[in-house]
């Protein structure tokens, strides 16, 4: 059972690097090359549990590569091309904040370091 679950992994990596690294072929094929690699390195492992761990990091791994990752090309010498995919996972920015001068900033920022908090945090004070 376990040996159909890597095969089927091994496959779903493959297919994900490709999507993910398409029109990139140096990273394409290190991905590539890293997968092959980490599959070759655990072929030998005959712990159940182990495996599973394996298996599951595996899929964790495919996740963030099919989530996460997005390519971006420089179009001019200050613009860049984000190309970002349907699967991508778009996380929740910061809202910008115009009523904080640049010294505010920067010392909300000292503030917060030597506490540990968050800057808006450090200017209520």
């Known amino acids: 059972?376990?040996?159909?679950?890597?095969?089927?992994?091994y496959k779903t990596?493959?297919?994900?690097?490709q999507k993910?690294?398409?029109g990139d072929m140096p990273a394409m094929l290190a991905a590539r090359d890293k997968v092959c690699?980490?599959?070759?390195k655990n072929r030998n492992v005959k712990s159940e549990t182990s495996i599973s761990e394996l298996i599951?990091?595996?899929?964790e791994v495919q996740k963030i590569l099919d989530q996460s990752v997005v390519q971006i090309q420089k179009k001019d010498e200050?613009?860049?091309?984000?190309?970002?995919?349907?699967?991508?996972?778009?996380?929740e920015n910061n809202p910008f904040?115009?009523?904080v001068t640049k010294e505010e900033y920067k010392m909300a920022n000292r503030r917060s370091r030597k506490k540990g908090g968050k800057c808006d945090d450090a200017k209520k004070e």
């Open 56 to 59: 599951n990091q595996g899929y």
């Open 1 to 9: 059972m376990s040996g159909r679950e890597a095969l089927i992994l």
């Open 13 to 17: 990596l493959h297919r994900t690097v």
């Open 78 to 91: 200050e613009k860049f091309q984000m190309n970002i995919r349907d699967e991508t996972y778009m996380f």
């Open 97 to 99: 904040r115009d009523d």
């Open 20 to 22: 993910v690294f398409r």
């Open 37 to 40: 690699e980490e599959f070759t």
